[in-house]
């Protein structure tokens, strides 16, 4: 019996308690809370339903907890109910009930956890969309592991979800990283403004390479802009391939200014009075839609500002049929939350179908002490130099299992260790371990083809209920991340669970010792360990990180 189950038995006793004597059953939330207590000796689950509910229908907490406890431990799968403080009810299941979450899990397989939640809804997800004028940043790395495993999360829930990469080639960025190839071109210094590193050096020779004539062609600056553009962007999609981040859509900035659509999104404002002129400019009225201040989207030398390409990008997300777009963005870009939904707003369209995720600092240190030095890209630390000191799974962990709200340091030092102290070498190993029991017993003859083939109302000791408990509670993980946006959680709980499973194995033998027969306890044990192995597998899946056979 996973938690949805007890909380739906909860709540159908509820609403038949309140119905018997006359009172309105729509105080009882559709969803009821039923949690583990901190305490384990309180039982296995707790609810506070009769304190949410009791005096809206005008009943004493302690009276409606009293009748919910006598109903609910009448119920099969129920062991016991009793009531504790001003009206909370403890919970205890039968061993065989909470033993079905064994069979639930293994029936599922790699879909359980899976939801319903956002079945139906088309979710445009835009993550890294880094300036291709240098390698990913810290930053850029830290989106694209959480935003990998945010579009995984959100998958899992049944969104159909697009990962997008908004690519930036227009602008003065690109200008600058130009002007610093043709520099490079000629054994001079990078300009003030413009960009340096060995990658910089790299480029540029593989310009004149591919164009010997570069430096002294008329067209020289879009010499070096077509293919040294180019170069730096097939570089970044290679290093988030190699970083186990594939996108669905490489959108070009410059493609909605070279076909009218900022053009056309600006007239339509002017038309619609969503713009005004003042000083020379053309400016939104973001201010009356909820944005801090309006905002200049025509300069006043008839240039677009970055917002025109906002709204016309927006516009072509919405043309594209995504009813939600969820844009994450870097901790520079607060500012963006208000615009781009007063943007949606002036347009006639609904500011809730736009979405601003901001992630914040990302610093490593080693020894103690900042890092601070790149050896390709100068004083700007990229994803290779994180992937090289840790490797991809230790550097994609590392960026998702804290929020992205906060500023995140990564101690090189640990994640680099083989140890139990490294929180992904943790949960990989507890999945290998698993593996290797399912090797052992294999050996021996033991293998469970089937959770109807074992009696899993043997599972009783108290470390297994911790097990089977911590295996049920994964639907409900997996269905917090993706309404909260937060796939941190799902590698908490991975954590939680290998914790888990570690006292399991010291208390609870799987496999027989010496001459010792198989016992049916054994076989039980075996199936719970195969559900583990799965759940472990079905949450480092949903991170993008590999769950290991051997290590």
């Not at 020779?205 to 008329?218: F, R, S």
């Not at 988030?240 to 996108?247: Q, R």
Request: charged content about 25%.
């Amino acid at each position: 019996m996973t938690p949805d189950v007890l909380a739906d038995l909860v709540r159908s006793a509820a609403m038949t308690i309140l119905g018997e004597r006359g009172l309105d059953t729509a105080v009882v939330p559709d969803v009821v809370t039923v949690e583990r207590p901190r305490n384990p000796e309180h039982g296995d689950y707790a609810t506070n339903l009769a304190l949410q509910v009791a005096k809206r229908v005008g009943l004493a907490p302690r009276e409606l907890a009293d009748a919910l406890a006598d109903a609910l431990a009448k119920t099969t799968g129920v062991a016991s109910a009793e009531v504790a403080g001003p009206g909370f009810i403890n919970l205890r299941l039968a061993a065989d009930a909470q033993g079905q979450i064994v069979r639930e899990v293994l029936t599922a397989g790699a879909a359980y956890g899976n939801g319903a939640m956002l079945a139906g809804r088309k979710i445009n997800l835009e993550f890294v969309s880094a300036n291709p004028t240098g390698p990913i940043h810290l930053g850029g790395t830290r989106w694209a592991a959480v935003g990998d495993a945010l579009g995984r999360v959100l998958s899992a829930q049944g969104g159909e979800v697009t990962r997008e990469y908004y690519f930036n080639d227009a602008g003065a960025q690109i200008d600058r990283f130009v002007r610093s190839l043709i520099a490079a071109a000629q054994g001079e210094p990078a300009p003030e403004d413009g960009y340096a590193g060995a990658y910089i050096s790299d480029i540029a020779a593989e310009v004149i390479k591919q164009e010997p004539g570069a430096l002294t062609d008329p067209d020289s600056a879009e010499i070096f802009r077509r293919i040294g553009v180019g170069l730096m962007f097939e570089q970044i999609k290679k290093d988030l391939h190699d970083f186990g981040t594939d996108f669905d859509v490489y959108f070009h900035e410059d493609s909605l200014h070279k076909s009218g659509a900022v053009e056309k999104a600006v007239t339509a404002l002017k038309e619609s009075g969503g713009l005004y002129l003042e000083d020379g400019a053309w400016w939104l009225r973001s201010s009356e839609y909820g944005d801090d201040k309006d905002r200049v989207v025509i300069k006043s030398d008839g240039q677009p500002a970055y917002i025109a390409g906002d709204i016309a990008y927006f516009q072509d997300k919405r043309a594209r049929g995504f009813d939600l777009c969820i844009y994450m963005l870097g901790a520079d870009h607060h500012g963006y939350i208000g615009r781009l939904k007063a943007a949606a707003a002036a347009t006639g369209d609904d500011p809730a179908t736009v979405e601003v995720l901001i992630g914040q600092m990302v610093n490593l240190v080693s020894g103690g002490k900042p890092v601070r030095m790149s050896k390709r890209a100068g004083t700007v630390i990229t994803m290779g130099d994180l992937v090289e000191a840790v490797g991809v799974d230790a550097a994609r962990y590392a960026m998702i299992r804290s929020s992205a709200n906060s500023t995140l340091d990564i101690d090189l030092d640990l994640w680099s260790k083989k140890d139990s102290d490294n929180p992904v070498y943790y949960v990989k190993y507890a999945h290998a371990r698993l593996c290797n029991i399912k090797r052992n017993a294999g050996d021996l003859g033991m293998v469970v083809s089937g959770p109807d083939d074992v009696d899993l109302g043997l599972l009783t000791h108290d470390r297994e209920g911790d097990v089977l408990r911590t295996l049920g509670e994964f639907p409900r993980v997996l269905a917090t991340a993706a309404e909260l946006r937060e796939p941190h959680r799902v590698a908490r709980y991975l954590e939680e669970l290998a914790g888990a499973l570690h006292k399991f194995y010291e208390n609870c033998r799987v496999i027989p010792q010496g001459d010792e027969d198989p016992q049916p306890v054994n076989f039980a044990r075996l199936a719970l360990c195969g559900a583990a192995r799965q759940v472990i597998a079905n949450g480092l899946g949903v991170l993008g990180i590999e769950a290991p056979e051997r290590m």
